[in-house]
Each structure stands twice: as C-alpha cells, then as structure tokens.
C-alpha cells in the first residue's frame, strides 16, 4: 500500500495526537508505582493487576516477613519497567500507524 505525500502526512498528524506519551509513562511510572498506572496508561491490564497484587500482597504478608520477597520481586520488576516503556510506547505506535494508513487508504479509496 502505497501512501502519497499527502497521506502520509495526515498519517503522521494523527499518529501524533493519539500517540502515548513518553513523558505521561514515564511520571505515572515514578510517582504511582503502588498502583501500576503506567501499565494501565500503555494498554497492560493484566500486567498492571498482577504488579498491583504482587505490591498490596507483598505490603500485607510484610507483617508475618513472607511479603518482603514480593516487594523485593515488585521493585526489581519496577525497575525493569522503566526500560521498557520506550519499547511500549514505540509497539504502540506502530501499531496505531498501521491501523491510521489502513483508514486513509479506505477512505481516500472510497472517495476517489
């Protein structure tokens, strides 16, 4: 599928009011750990229930020292988080690319 200027321009425009925000991801990382926003904000609900569950169990058993290995697990996968999200970000968008060419090319073919 080939794209004129044109297209891909309106593509791109698009692409940039849609795209997640590195800065967003990156904030909600730091500041909301405890509740995994930043993997609820990238499209990862599964993966932000289980780093919810692993954080409040972790808090919770802390008490009778099971839950310090949880929170020891949660805060290396916290950190392994923060070199990921670039990658998200950027699956994201392409995944948000393909699907905006492929509703520019209908439409411009409908209309043509």
Known sequence: MQLSTQQQILVE???MNEKKSAAVAYLLWFFLPAFAVHRFYLG????????????WGGV???AV???IPLLIVFG???????FLING??????AAKRA?????????TRAEG
Do not use: C, H, Y
């Not at 290396?76 to 923060?82: L, P, R, Y």
């Not at 998200?88 to 968008?93: F, G, P, S, Y």
């Not at 699907?99 to 439409?107: D, P, S, Y």
């Open 13 to 15: 425009q698009r692409l």
């Open 44 to 55: 990862s609900p599964g993966i932000a229930a289980a780093q919810i569950a692993l954080f």
């Open 60 to 62: 919770i058993l802390s």
């Open 65 to 67: 020292l099971i839950g």
């Open 76 to 82: 290396i996968w916290w950190i392994v988080d923060a």
């Open 88 to 93: 998200l970000i950027a699956k994201d968008a």
């Open 99 to 107: 699907r905006i060419m492929n509703e520019v090319a209908l439409t």
